[in-house]
Protein backbone atom coordinates (compact mmCIF):
# COMPACT_ATOMS: atom_id res chain seq x y z
CA UNK A 1 0.00 0.00 0.00
CA UNK A 2 1.02 3.40 -0.33
CA UNK A 3 1.15 5.76 2.75
CA UNK A 4 -2.19 7.28 1.87
CA UNK A 5 -4.07 3.87 1.77
CA UNK A 6 -2.32 3.02 4.62
CA UNK A 7 -4.34 5.84 6.64
CA UNK A 8 -7.10 4.35 6.03
CA UNK A 9 -5.67 0.59 7.23
CA UNK A 10 -3.60 1.19 10.29
CA UNK A 11 -3.96 0.30 13.61
CA UNK A 12 -2.15 0.74 16.98
CA UNK A 13 -0.22 -2.82 17.53
CA UNK A 14 0.06 -3.86 21.15
CA UNK A 15 0.90 -7.87 20.58
CA UNK A 16 4.04 -8.38 18.47
CA UNK A 17 5.51 -12.30 18.03
CA UNK A 18 8.48 -13.53 19.26
CA UNK A 19 10.58 -12.68 16.29
CA UNK A 20 12.79 -10.22 15.37
CA UNK A 21 12.46 -7.40 12.11
CA UNK A 22 14.71 -8.41 9.21
CA UNK A 23 17.96 -5.96 8.64
CA UNK A 24 16.96 -5.28 4.96
CA UNK A 25 13.18 -4.03 6.61
CA UNK A 26 15.24 -1.81 9.68
CA UNK A 27 17.16 -0.50 7.12
CA UNK A 28 14.56 0.72 4.39
CA UNK A 29 12.90 2.13 8.01
CA UNK A 30 16.50 4.37 8.67
CA UNK A 31 16.63 5.11 5.37
CA UNK A 32 12.30 6.40 5.22
CA UNK A 33 13.11 8.51 8.90
CA UNK A 34 16.32 10.02 7.88
CA UNK A 35 14.96 11.37 4.38
CA UNK A 36 11.48 12.42 5.79
CA UNK A 37 11.03 16.02 5.92
CA UNK A 38 10.46 17.69 8.82
CA UNK A 39 8.40 20.74 9.76
CA UNK A 40 9.49 24.40 9.06
CA UNK A 41 12.57 25.54 11.39
CA UNK A 42 13.28 21.49 13.03
CA UNK A 43 15.69 19.16 13.19
CA UNK A 44 14.66 16.37 15.40
CA UNK A 45 16.80 13.47 15.76
CA UNK A 46 16.06 9.55 15.54
CA UNK A 47 17.73 6.36 16.75
CA UNK A 48 15.99 2.46 15.79
CA UNK A 49 17.25 0.74 18.73
CA UNK A 50 16.90 -3.06 19.50
CA UNK A 51 15.00 -4.80 22.65
CA UNK A 52 17.31 -5.06 24.51
CA UNK A 53 18.28 -1.33 24.68
CA UNK A 54 15.12 -0.14 25.57
CA UNK A 55 12.98 -0.12 29.02
CA UNK A 56 9.42 -1.09 27.68
CA UNK A 57 6.21 -2.81 28.87
CA UNK A 58 5.52 -3.88 24.96
CA UNK A 59 7.28 -6.89 23.69
CA UNK A 60 8.55 -5.31 20.25
CA UNK A 61 11.85 -6.59 18.28
CA UNK A 62 12.93 -2.88 17.55
CA UNK A 63 12.16 0.56 19.05
CA UNK A 64 12.27 4.30 16.98
CA UNK A 65 12.90 6.77 18.95
CA UNK A 66 12.80 10.72 18.77
CA UNK A 67 14.67 12.70 20.24
CA UNK A 68 13.64 16.88 20.47
CA UNK A 69 13.90 19.65 22.83
CA UNK A 70 11.08 20.81 24.43
CA UNK A 71 9.45 23.45 22.86
CA UNK A 72 5.92 22.85 20.96
CA UNK A 73 7.28 22.78 17.58
CA UNK A 74 9.86 20.39 18.46
CA UNK A 75 7.13 17.83 19.53
CA UNK A 76 5.01 18.63 16.85
CA UNK A 77 7.64 18.47 14.33
CA UNK A 78 8.06 14.67 16.41
CA UNK A 79 4.75 13.83 15.51
CA UNK A 80 5.35 15.04 11.65
CA UNK A 81 8.02 12.70 10.93
CA UNK A 82 6.86 9.23 12.92
CA UNK A 83 3.61 9.14 11.77
CA UNK A 84 5.41 8.88 8.30
CA UNK A 85 7.52 6.05 9.71
CA UNK A 86 4.78 4.42 11.51
CA UNK A 87 2.73 4.25 7.82
CA UNK A 88 5.75 3.30 6.14
CA UNK A 89 6.07 0.67 8.48
CA UNK A 90 2.33 -0.83 8.66
CA UNK A 91 2.88 -0.44 4.60
CA UNK A 92 5.59 -3.21 4.70
CA UNK A 93 3.60 -5.55 6.83
CA UNK A 94 5.00 -4.88 10.15
CA UNK A 95 3.41 -4.28 13.50
CA UNK A 96 4.12 -0.54 14.61
CA UNK A 97 2.56 1.51 17.82
CA UNK A 98 3.08 4.76 19.92
CA UNK A 99 4.14 4.51 23.43
CA UNK A 100 4.32 7.26 25.75
CA UNK A 101 5.93 4.99 28.67
CA UNK A 102 9.07 3.73 26.23
CA UNK A 103 12.70 4.98 27.39
CA UNK A 104 16.17 4.57 26.42
CA UNK A 105 18.25 2.55 28.64
CA UNK A 106 21.25 5.13 28.07
CA UNK A 107 21.10 8.23 26.44
CA UNK A 108 17.92 9.75 27.56
CA UNK A 109 18.63 13.46 27.34
CA UNK A 110 16.21 14.71 24.99
CA UNK A 111 14.23 11.94 24.39
CA UNK A 112 10.65 12.91 23.34
CA UNK A 113 8.52 9.43 22.68
CA UNK A 114 9.14 6.03 20.46
CA UNK A 115 6.96 3.62 18.36
CA UNK A 116 7.12 0.22 18.62
CA UNK A 117 8.06 -2.11 15.38
CA UNK A 118 7.76 -5.95 15.25
CA UNK A 119 6.35 -8.44 13.46
CA UNK A 120 2.63 -9.20 14.50
CA UNK A 121 -0.69 -11.15 13.60
CA UNK A 122 -2.21 -8.39 14.50
CA UNK A 123 -4.35 -7.85 10.69
CA UNK A 124 -4.97 -4.34 9.46
CA UNK A 125 -7.96 -2.34 9.61
CA UNK A 126 -10.71 -3.22 7.22
CA UNK A 127 -11.91 0.27 6.05
CA UNK A 128 -12.36 4.11 7.84
CA UNK A 129 -15.82 2.17 9.74
CA UNK A 130 -12.92 0.46 11.82
CA UNK A 131 -11.97 3.19 13.18
CA UNK A 132 -13.52 5.00 16.44
CA UNK A 133 -13.52 8.78 15.76
CA UNK A 134 -15.17 12.41 16.69
CA UNK A 135 -17.91 13.65 14.12
CA UNK A 136 -16.31 15.47 10.75
CA UNK A 137 -18.49 18.71 12.07
CA UNK A 138 -16.45 18.45 15.53
CA UNK A 139 -13.26 18.71 13.27
CA UNK A 140 -14.02 20.97 10.04
CA UNK A 141 -16.60 22.91 8.44
CA UNK A 142 -15.66 21.42 5.29
CA UNK A 143 -15.83 17.22 4.58
CA UNK A 144 -13.50 15.80 1.67
CA UNK A 145 -10.48 13.84 1.39
CA UNK A 146 -8.15 16.04 3.84
CA UNK A 147 -10.72 16.34 6.25
CA UNK A 148 -11.66 12.38 6.58
CA UNK A 149 -7.63 12.12 6.39
CA UNK A 150 -6.82 13.76 9.22
CA UNK A 151 -9.81 12.58 11.15
CA UNK A 152 -8.74 9.01 11.02
CA UNK A 153 -4.59 10.14 12.68
CA UNK A 154 -3.96 9.00 15.85
CA UNK A 155 -3.68 10.30 19.22
CA UNK A 156 -3.02 10.36 22.98
CA UNK A 157 -5.82 8.26 24.54
CA UNK A 158 -8.17 9.24 21.44
CA UNK A 159 -8.53 12.63 22.57
CA UNK A 160 -8.48 13.74 18.47
CA UNK A 161 -7.30 17.57 19.70
CA UNK A 162 -7.36 19.02 16.24
CA UNK A 163 -9.13 21.81 14.41
CA UNK A 164 -9.21 22.63 10.55
CA UNK A 165 -9.30 25.97 8.88
CA UNK A 166 -9.28 25.43 5.51
CA UNK A 167 -8.07 29.28 3.54
CA UNK A 168 -7.02 30.04 0.32
CA UNK A 169 -4.00 27.72 -0.22
CA UNK A 170 -3.24 26.63 3.23
CA UNK A 171 -4.79 24.47 6.12
CA UNK A 172 -4.44 25.62 8.94
CA UNK A 173 -3.92 22.87 11.78
CA UNK A 174 -5.39 24.10 15.46
CA UNK A 175 -4.56 22.25 18.98
CA UNK A 176 -8.33 22.50 20.01
CA UNK A 177 -8.53 19.81 22.72
CA UNK A 178 -11.80 18.57 24.50
CA UNK A 179 -11.85 18.92 28.47
CA UNK A 180 -9.69 17.30 30.67
CA UNK A 181 -8.05 15.87 28.13
CA UNK A 182 -6.69 18.56 26.47
CA UNK A 183 -5.44 19.63 30.24
CA UNK A 184 -3.83 16.56 30.61
CA UNK A 185 -2.05 15.93 27.60
CA UNK A 186 -1.83 19.72 26.32
CA UNK A 187 1.97 20.26 27.59
CA UNK A 188 3.43 16.80 25.24
CA UNK A 189 1.34 15.03 23.78
CA UNK A 190 -1.21 17.22 21.95
CA UNK A 191 1.49 18.83 20.37
CA UNK A 192 2.91 15.31 19.26
CA UNK A 193 -0.56 14.91 18.12
CA UNK A 194 -1.10 18.04 15.74
CA UNK A 195 2.43 16.52 14.22
CA UNK A 196 0.63 13.61 13.29
CA UNK A 197 -2.78 15.27 11.79
CA UNK A 198 -0.27 17.49 10.14
CA UNK A 199 1.36 14.09 7.82
CA UNK A 200 -2.07 12.96 7.38
CA UNK A 201 -3.25 16.25 5.58
CA UNK A 202 -0.11 16.29 3.65
CA UNK A 203 -0.31 13.24 2.25
CA UNK A 204 -4.06 13.71 1.58
CA UNK A 205 -2.85 16.88 -0.19
CA UNK A 206 -0.66 15.83 -1.80
CA UNK A 207 -2.76 12.64 -2.90
CA UNK A 208 -5.24 14.88 -3.92
CA UNK A 209 -2.60 16.28 -6.46
CA UNK A 210 -1.15 19.80 -4.26
CA UNK A 211 2.31 20.09 -3.86
CA UNK A 212 3.64 21.33 -0.68
CA UNK A 213 5.41 24.79 -0.26
CA UNK A 214 5.88 24.21 3.76
CA UNK A 215 4.14 23.09 6.74
CA UNK A 216 5.25 25.46 9.11
CA UNK A 217 4.71 25.27 13.43
CA UNK A 218 3.08 28.24 14.29
CA UNK A 219 2.75 29.84 18.39
CA UNK A 220 0.39 33.05 18.58
CA UNK A 221 -0.30 33.99 21.86
CA UNK A 222 -1.47 30.84 23.50
CA UNK A 223 -3.05 29.37 20.29
CA UNK A 224 -0.46 27.11 18.61
CA UNK A 225 -1.35 25.29 14.65
CA UNK A 226 0.43 23.96 12.11
CA UNK A 227 0.13 25.93 8.60
CA UNK A 228 0.59 23.94 5.84
CA UNK A 229 0.76 25.77 2.90
CA UNK A 230 -0.15 24.28 -0.95
CA UNK A 231 -0.39 25.10 -4.79
Not at 88 to 97: D, E, K, T, W
Request: hydrophobic letters at 40%; proline letters at 4%; aromatic letters at 8%.
Amino acid sequence: MTLYETIFARRQVRNYLNTPVLKDQLELILTCVSEADQLTGQHAAFKLLPAAEVASGQKASHYLLAYCDNSPSARANVGFVLQKADLFIQSMGLGCGWFANIKPKTESERFCIALAIGNTEVPLRKGPDDFKRIAVNEISEHDGPITQAVRLAPSSLNSQPWKLDFQAEKLLIHDAGHGMKRIFLKNKLNKIDLGIAARHAVLALEHEGSQIRSATPVTNGKDFYIEISYT
